[in-house]
């Protein structure tokens, strides 16, 4: 179902995902930035550019989850969009010359607007509840959803498509038992 947006080409849902009402998310913590609606970033690159205090804030149930995490480690953020629509499935970004399916793009409008971004911890409080990392892409008070490390031998993918089917083979493999 098309509706007029003002951009062209852009393409909505007949139905808003978010009444679905299917999943339940547990929200850990929230995100403190200097961002506001209509002064955000478009993506890390820029945040960092930019500078500012970046801390995660968890809720004290969660606290325990830190341990393990140190400053220097790579780690996932994953938060939610709160205000982001929901219904948008295909966009068209003022700063590209095509529109683009959302599965295609970072924008924080689609189905499920969850976010995520990799960043470097910096500091780790777990008595405070708190991490303080080098950058992140969302405005103040953003929902958080989880987080997670960030290792290069599982989250860097294969080269190209090549190698990607010669490991799928080789995992595949009856001989390899």
């Known amino acids: 179902m098309e509706r007029e947006t003002g951009r062209e080409g852009e393409l909505f849902l007949p139905f808003d995902p978010g ?30 550019a930019r500078g500012g205090r970046f801390v995660v804030h968890l809720d004290p149930a969660y606290r325990a989850g830190l341990e393990g995490l140190s400053a220097g480690m790579a780690v996932i953020l994953i938060y939610w969009m709160a205000a982001a629509r929901r219904d948008l499935i295909r966009l068209h970004p003022p700063h590209r010359a095509e529109g683009a399916g959302s599965f295609a793009l970072r924008a924080p409008a689609r189905p499920n607007p969850l976010a995520l971004g990799v960043v470097r911890v910096l500091a780790v409080e777990p008595a405070a509840r708190w991490l303080v990392v080098d950058a992140c892409d969302a405005h103040d008070g953003t929902p958080l959803v989880d987080i997670k490390p960030w290792l290069a031998q599982v989250d860097i993918p294969p080269d190209g498509p090549g190698e990607a089917a010669a490991a799928v083979a080789r995992r595949d493999d009856p001989a390899r038992g």
């Open 19 to 48: 009444q679905a009402g299917d999943a339940t998310l547990a929200f850990i913590g929230h995100l403190e930035t200097p961002w506001r609606k209509g002064d955000c970033p478009r993506n890390l690159t820029e945040a960092r």
